[in-house]
């Protein structure tokens, strides 16, 4: 969606602030989706420490989508 809000704006369709409110639109939910993840790796690795499990890289949450 934003690729097409970028030539869009490049082939003059959509003004500057639509553009720049899509923009900010897509940062702040790629910020949220960050902060997420952080969460559940601080998550999981409260629940290996309970368990007594020791963390090890596969489980250090670093799968992409």
């Given at each position: 969606?934003?690729?097409?809000?970028?030539?869009?704006?490049?082939?003059?369709?959509?003004?500057?602030l639509?553009?720049?409110?899509?923009?900010?639109?897509?940062?702040?939910?790629?910020?949220?989706?960050?902060?997420?993840?952080?969460q559940?790796?601080?998550?999981?690795?409260?629940?290996?420490?309970?368990?007594?499990?020791?963390?090890?890289?596969?489980?250090?949450?670093?799968?992409?989508?």
């Amino acid at each position: 969606a934003i690729r097409r809000s970028e030539l869009a704006g490049r082939a003059g369709l959509v003004d500057a602030l639509a553009y720049a409110n899509a923009r900010a639109a897509l940062l702040a939910k790629e910020a949220e989706r960050i902060a997420l993840r952080q969460q559940i790796a601080e998550q999981r690795v409260a629940l290996q420490t309970l368990l007594g499990i020791a963390p090890d890289a596969t489980s250090s949450g670093h799968q992409e989508p």
